[in-house]
């Protein structure tokens, strides 16, 4: 079962001898929002152990992973001046969590000391038709290399299976099978394609090796059901409830104090001033007003520090009574 609040990094045989910093403790010393994302973009373990194409961490050659020293003092300096980051996401409009994701991949792989990172979000295109993009095309020690990268949130069904068919998106309609086919049968062999020959013979006269990465969080339902084949034994997760189940499951523990957390807020765990946690009124005026929407929102369960600051405990998906909608 994977890690609900326990945010640790996992040394994987894919991504070879690393060492990075625990996320576990950088994230105790992070306050700024955006360094606290890039942090867990850059920490956070895949969501999968065995995939059906090779993944690679894109910092997997850097210096940073040897020295993990340095990148944590990287990332304490951003905290402390985050103008830098701040301006870098600001040069465009970032709508979707993945785009985010992929905005802070780059931003991190700009600054590495030993990574060049030739182009991102190159497009396609053959006879006026796009094709397709690749997120990313960098160059380090071991080779020229295109990633494609994904976030995703996935919640099983509840049965005995592992079928990557049984776990789905919050919105029932995206599903790690076909987001998995997606990416190894189309968006891995873009660079193979006759446009994309090319076009990247302007970049680069060496091989391109291509891989994914997929981070983001596995979410059981209560009371639970085994992961999907093949996930890493360290993913991070959480549970799912329908909505016409929520009254039964905080019975046992009125006094927990839960919060809904915005989708641009849903990559590192939830760390709040006290003044920004709603008391328990709020949260049940929110409970009835959204019932009857289809629309998944994501919960944590919030606990105060010594800081005086509420930090999440625990994240949980509330859905649709009728959810899946398939």
Not at 3 to 8: A, I, N, P, R, Y
Not at 164 to 178: C, N, V, Y
Not at 203 to 218: F, P, V
Request: charged share 20%.
């Amino acid at each position: 079962m994977g890690e609900s609040w326990k945010w640790q990094q996992t040394n994987l045989g894919y991504a070879g001898c690393m060492t990075l910093p625990s996320l576990t403790d950088l994230l105790e010393e992070l306050s700024h929002p955006q360094v606290r994302d890039l942090a867990w973009t850059l920490l956070s373990p895949p969501l999968l152990r065995h995939a059906p194409a090779a993944q690679r961490h894109p910092l997997s050659a850097s210096r940073w992973t040897e020295r993990p020293d340095e990148l944590a003092d990287w990332l304490r300096l951003l905290n402390r001046q985050p103008a830098v980051l701040e301006a870098w996401l600001a040069q465009r409009s970032i709508r979707r969590l993945g785009l985010y994701y992929e905005r802070l991949w780059q931003f991190a792989l700009s600054q590495a000391p030993d990574i060049e990172l030739l182009v991102a979000n190159l497009p396609i295109r053959q006879n006026g038709q796009t094709l397709g993009e690749l997120d990313l095309l960098l160059r380090d020690s071991e080779g020229i290399h295109h990633l494609e990268l994904a976030v995703k949130f996935y919640l099983g069904l509840g049965d005995q299976t592992a079928a990557h068919e049984r776990w789905l998106g919050p919105g029932s309609h995206d599903r790690l099978d076909i987001k998995l086919q997606r990416l190894c049968k189309h968006q891995l062999k873009l660079p193979s394609t006759p446009a994309a020959k090319t076009l990247l013979s302007e970049l680069t006269c060496c091989e391109i090796q291509s891989a994914l990465w997929l981070g983001g969080y596995l979410f059981q339902p209560v009371p639970g059901c085994p992961p999907p084949a093949g996930a890493n034994p360290g993913h991070l997760g959480g549970r799912w409830l329908r909505h016409q189940d929520w009254r039964g499951f905080v019975a046992g523990n009125g006094s927990a104090c839960w919060q809904p957390l915005p989708r641009h807020a849903w990559l590192a765990p939830a760390q709040l001033m006290a003044d920004a946690v709603w008391s328990k009124t709020e949260f049940d005026r929110w409970l009835i007003d959204v019932e009857g929407q289809r629309q998944a929102k994501l919960l944590v369960r919030l606990e105060p520090e010594p800081s005086g600051n509420w930090v999440e405990q625990e994240r949980l998906f509330l859905v649709s009574s009728t959810w899946p909608a398939m």
